[in-house]
């Protein structure tokens, strides 16, 4: 084992406790997993999604995999779309998001009863009656039964958990990096070895 690899492996025995070194015959060159494998990931998701639930959007699976990632950095539906290019894609990114089940806080807070709309909506009520006996427009009762559709949904099928599992799988590459970038190791990161946790 040479001098590199050997302070390396040292170094990632030091960042956790629950992290072993493992020898691989091919060199990683680089982090543990690059943006491309992760934007390849989020992609595979994305169209699973797009088949299974006919979701029509203008953006591109390479655009809803950056929603996707954009999402979980905390990004609004806003500056998710400046940095697709478009500022007035806003709403579009927003109705996309909706449709790949990722949810804010204020999405699930309608402007009426909830209970009382599912009521409604079970007893096979039209959208023109629903909105009348909860005082809102007729958009509103659309724009919320496809929040609450896709809500069950997601509690349902899981696609959340494997969008979560990719991105906590960057942000653990991520942070290795970073730790090796701030003790001066970036010269060692070419290396035979691989981390994996216990």
Same mark, same amino acid.
């Given at each position: 084992?040479?001098?590199?690899?050997?302070? %390396?492996?040292?170094?990632?025995?030091? =960042?956790?406790?629950?992290?072993?070194? $493992?020898?691989?015959?091919?060199?990683?060159?680089? /982090?543990?997993?690059?943006?491309?494998?992760?934007?390849?990931?989020?992609? $595979?998701? #994305?169209? /699973?999604? &797009?088949?299974?639930?006919?979701?029509?959007?203008?953006?591109?699976?390479?655009?809803?995999?950056?929603?996707?990632?954009?999402?979980?950095?905390?990004?609004?539906?806003?500056? =998710?779309?400046?940095? %697709?290019? /478009?500022?007035?894609?806003?709403?579009? $990114?927003?109705?996309?998001?909706?449709?790949?089940?990722?949810?804010?806080? !204020?999405?699930?807070?309608?402007?009426?009863?909830?209970?009382?709309?599912?009521? %409604? !909506?079970?007893?096979?009520?039209?959208?023109?009656?629903?909105?009348?006996?909860?005082? #809102? &427009?007729?958009?509103?009762? !659309?724009?919320?039964?496809?929040?609450?559709?896709?809500?069950? &949904?997601?509690?349902?099928?899981?696609?959340?958990?494997?969008?979560?599992? =990719?991105?906590?799988?960057?942000? $653990? !590459?991520?942070?290795?990096?970073?730790?090796?970038?701030?003790?001066?190791?970036?010269?060692?990161?070419?290396?035979?070895?691989?981390?994996?946790? &216990?």
């Amino acid at each position: 084992m040479s001098d590199k690899t050997e302070q %390396l492996k040292e170094l990632f025995l030091k =960042i956790s406790s629950s992290t072993k070194v $493992v020898e691989k015959q091919a060199t990683l060159h680089g /982090d543990l997993k690059g943006s491309e494998e992760i934007e390849s990931r989020l992609q $595979v998701v #994305v169209s /699973d999604m &797009a088949q299974r639930y006919n979701i029509q959007t203008k953006l591109t699976p390479q655009q809803l995999a950056a929603v996707v990632r954009l999402f979980y950095k905390g990004l609004s539906d806003t500056e =998710i779309a400046e940095q %697709l290019g /478009d500022r007035a894609l806003n709403k579009t $990114v927003s109705r996309a998001r909706i449709k790949l089940h990722l949810f804010r806080e !204020s999405d699930l807070k309608p402007p009426f009863e909830k209970q009382e709309f599912l009521r %409604l !909506s079970a007893a096979g009520h039209s959208v023109k009656e629903m909105s009348e006996r909860l005082g #809102v &427009a007729p958009s509103t009762i !659309s724009e919320y039964k496809n929040i609450f559709e896709c809500q069950a &949904a997601a509690e349902r099928d899981g696609f959340t958990k494997r969008f979560e599992d =990719i991105i906590s799988d960057q942000d $653990v !590459s991520e942070r290795m990096v970073t730790h090796i970038s701030k003790d001066g190791l970036q010269d060692t990161m070419d290396t035979d070895y691989e981390t994996a946790e &216990a």
